[in-house]
């Protein structure tokens, strides 16, 4: 059979339905092309053992007629993403060895829908990364460029389903961590309306922005697979009550009656030439499709970068304080045992000096320095603050009647391993276009739109209201539909 | 904005990590540098703004109603070391 992750979403659900492919089939072959490309890719930190057992779980509901829009699809599930029974270590050393005991919410909303559980995928330890190169298992690799990164924080997510390696995968987005690794691997990645999805069993890294993000070959697949795990929670109390749709009525490339703003601050200095040429592209197409496109302002947008990495950090420094060596994961320092040498305090800084990587340990300091007595109004209450006027520059858009933001994802291409990691601003200032989006809690989806003079993916970026989601993917499948180039064939 | 090593050790402490001198020097530099970039907050005059706390959006509670929790053993499974109902750690008081 023809390689099958290659294919779209609504390509497999046909097969699968149609009998002209099984789901076990199916996964074998997923699980075959791992094996022959992820050595030198690092997508994959493990494989689920029960891949295949789902599998035919997933044909009998099919045999039955029971089946779902996702049942039978493999997924790959980023590690920072709970799996009951199966190791779950946010790519970190210091949660070598949990085990979770249940699945994420979103997990179970998977397995209940009867997709298949491929494997865990690498990331930037505990989602702090823009890169997939601060991981405990080592850096995932661009497939389109092995000496480039893939992005980050979900790498190997986005390259899970860039390879072919599996259709649909699950990553997470605090601050561009699913739209910028989608933006140069060359696939569709979306970060919900903060509050869309459930947090519950995403292991967490900043509360107020994390959200389980989705990647797919194409906008339909990502639709489906965004759609199968939304959902108000009773386990994540942000969640959201909701009759808002994520998908739109039908895929039918129309964008009448759409009015689409781009904001002048993120097509100025600094954006590679290239992708300008593709946000263009993608501007002609909306107009194609009927929309009418427009220059507009989002004031302040430089202020969106430090403001995000003061609040960030600050709830990080928060979140990750459970790591002491007590309850679960790695323990060092205290001598072993109920006795020995070391003493509490010297098991907790052991434990945590040598299980946290060093963007880790320093996104902690930065954070705990914000928090700390006397720069606490300082640092983390002004950007608060600062929180609110990033936020109300859109809404001040979206109550005039702009529908969608059309930006770029990244001001550049893939840049090449090693390259960013001693310039940690250097690093933090490709989120530049997608950490507004988060600050603000709105969904946005990163769009491949061609590729550069050098052959690297380059993308564009579609930010919508809130609860937004239904149009986001309108116009993003009314792009797709007119641009080369999609990562998806419909055999 | 510049940071002493002084700073740098309290913060390490507030936050239980060991830092060496080496580490203790780049993190200061490194810290510095990125407290230097987000001076550019400074800029913005944000008196009469009210702060974002949390993502902005309601908090919603559930019904005061007792539900299950985990079991001791489910509890203990992940524990690097522990005892019957227990987790076991490096004694706190020294006698």
């Known amino acids: 059979m023809t390689d099958p992750a290659r294919l779209s979403a609504s390509g497999i659900r046909a097969r699968l339905d149609e009998g002209r492919a099984s789901s076990v089939e199916l996964t074998r072959a997923c699980l075959e092309r791992v094996r022959r490309a992820d050595g030198e890719l690092g997508a994959f930190v493990r494989l689920n053992p029960e891949a295949e057992r789902e599998a035919e779980e997933a044909d009998r509901l099919i045999r039955e007629g029971r089946a779902g829009p996702l049942t039978g699809i493999p997924v790959a599930v980023k590690d920072n993403i709970n799996t009951a029974g199966l190791e779950t270590g946010a790519g970190s050393s210091v949660l070598a060895g949990f085990v979770p005991l249940r699945d994420a919410t979103v997990v179970a909303r998977l397995r209940r829908a009867g997709a298949v559980v491929l494997g865990k995928t690498n990331l930037d330890e505990f989602g702090m990364g823009s890169s997939t190169e601060n991981s405990a298992h080592g850096p995932t690799r661009n497939p389109n460029d092995l000496e480039r990164v893939p992005g980050g924080s979900s790498g190997g997510s986005a390259v899970a389903v860039a390879a072919g390696m599996a259709p649909l995968a699950l990553g997470s987005d605090t601050g561009g961590s699913v739209r910028q690794p989608a933006a140069f691997c060359g696939v569709v990645g979306i970060k919900p309306t903060y509050g869309r999805v459930s947090r519950s069993g995403l292991i967490a890294f900043a509360s107020s922005l994390d959200q389980v993000g989705v990647f797919a070959a194409d906008v339909e697949g990502a639709a489906l697979l965004l759609d199968g795990i939304s959902g108000e929670d009773a386990g994540d109390q942000t969640s959201l009550s909701t009759d808002a749709p994520v998908t739109p009525a039908t895929f039918d490339g129309d964008a009448h009656g759409l009015r689409v703003g781009i904001p002048r601050e993120y097509v100025g200095a600094g954006l590679d030439a290239g992708i300008r040429g593709g946000i263009d592209a993608a501007a002609d197409a909306l107009s194609a499709a009927g929309a009418a496109v427009e220059e507009v302002s989002l004031p302040h947008t430089r202020y969106a970068v430090p403001t995000y990495y003061l609040i960030a950090t600050a709830e990080a420094s928060s979140n990750l304080s459970r790591y002491d060596g007590v309850r679960f994961g790695a323990r060092s320092g205290g001598g072993g045992g109920g006795g020995g040498g070391g003493d509490l305090p010297q098991m907790y800084r052991g434990t945590r000096t040598q299980g946290f990587g060093p963007e880790v340990q320093r996104r902690i300091l930065l954070g705990t320095f914000a928090l700390s007595s006397g720069y606490y109004d300082a640092f983390y209450g002004k950007a608060q603050r600062a929180r609110t006027l990033v936020r109300r520059d859109f809404e001040e858009l979206f109550d005039r009647g702009v529908d969608l933001l059309l930006t770029p994802t990244t001001p550049t291409p893939a840049f090449r391993l090693g390259e960013k990691l001693d310039d940690p601003v250097g690093m933090y200032l490709s989120d530049v276009y997608t950490v507004t989006a988060s600050l603000a809690g709105l969904p946005a989806l990163s769009l491949p739109v061609g590729l550069t003079g050098d052959g690297l993916p380059m993308a564009c970026q579609l930010i919508g209201s809130h609860l937004g989601e239904a149009t986001v993917f309108r116009a993003a499948f009314a792009i797709e539909s007119r641009l080369t180039g999609t990562g998806a064939s419909d055999a | ?95």
Do not use: W
């Open chain 2, 1 to 95: 904005m510049p940071i002493d090593e002084r700073e740098v050790r309290h913060i390490a402490q507030l936050a239980l990590l060991d830092l060496d001198a080496q580490a203790l020097e780049r993190l200061r530099r490194e810290l510095g540098s990125i407290l230097d970039y987000v001076a550019l907050l400074d800029q913005l005059d944000v008196d009469d703004v009210p702060p974002t706390r949390g993502a902005g959006t309601e908090r919603r509670l559930r019904d005061d109603t007792e539900s299950t929790s985990l079991a001791v053993a489910e509890a203990l499974c992940n524990a690097p070391d522990s005892a019957e109902d227990h987790f076991r750690v490096p004694r706190v008081i020294k006698g």
